[in-house]
């Protein structure tokens, strides 16, 4: 059953979105060359105390820490270490969440540590991210979704890979329903699988993490020993990014964004709802 939320709910998983985006602003800030992965957790850590939110990543199916930290091959689900030293030239997806009054938050991005990135990397994450913005755009009122499916899908074949060859869109994670809790019915394939049909009908009060995750090369992924680290099965290099959107009767509203997705949307052509927090 997909939770449908109203007004008051969503102005409270607003909350907890912002908490995230505050999470993100400040672990950017900390990945820089000679930073461990578990210096970003408690970063991340630091965050929740000062909005007395809760983690929703700490504990969850017994996963060790408050984010997810995945650097080059690592597609997702990267556990924060000591030993994980970040290095001039890694690319870094950090995914997390917060827990406000039971109400949940969740998104993700990627990041480039110091510099001397090839083309190819930041085409890699352009591509990823905009894939992401094209799946939110298409969360409107009669639409099903399959149609956020497509439209992910759509715009990353689309994109011409330098150096040619296609990207690798993830095929075993996807996005899903948020709410009370952290990963909700339903899931959200990043392509079109005819076989699951058209899915649900979008209307006000669902809400989606929308998360595409694309390689430079194989759609497939393994799990390493720790039970948690999905990576590459052929070592290229990966890019994740995710916003929680909720459809309101005015339109998307992005959750997770601190404009609420108003400057992105607009530019594609689409008015975002009203922020209930402002």
Known sequence: MVQIKNPEQIAKMREAGLVVAAIHAATREAAVPGATTKDLDQVARKVLAEHDAKP?????????????????????????????????????????????????????YTAFVGSGHSPELVELSRVTEESMWAGIAAMKQGNRLVDVSRAIETYIRRQPKPGGGKYGIIED????????????????????????GKGPKLVPGFCLAIEPMVSLGTPRTEVLSDDW????????WSSHWEHSVALTEQGPLVLTAPDGGRAKLAELGITAAPDPLA
């Open 56 to 108: 929703n990543f700490l504990g969850y199916g017994g996963f060790p820490a408050t984010i997810c930290t995945s650097v080059n091959e690592v597609v997702v689900h990267g556990i924060p270490s000591d030993d994980v030293v970040l290095k001039d030239g890694d690319v870094i997806s950090i995914d997390c969440g917060a827990i406000i009054d039971g109400w949940h938050g969740d998104a993700a």
């Open 173 to 196: 994670y996807g996005g899903h329903g948020i709410g009370t809790e952290m990963h909700m019915d339903p899931h959200l394939l990043n392509y079109v699988d005819r076989r699951r």
């Open 229 to 236: 680290t999905v990576i590459t099965t052929d070592g290229t």
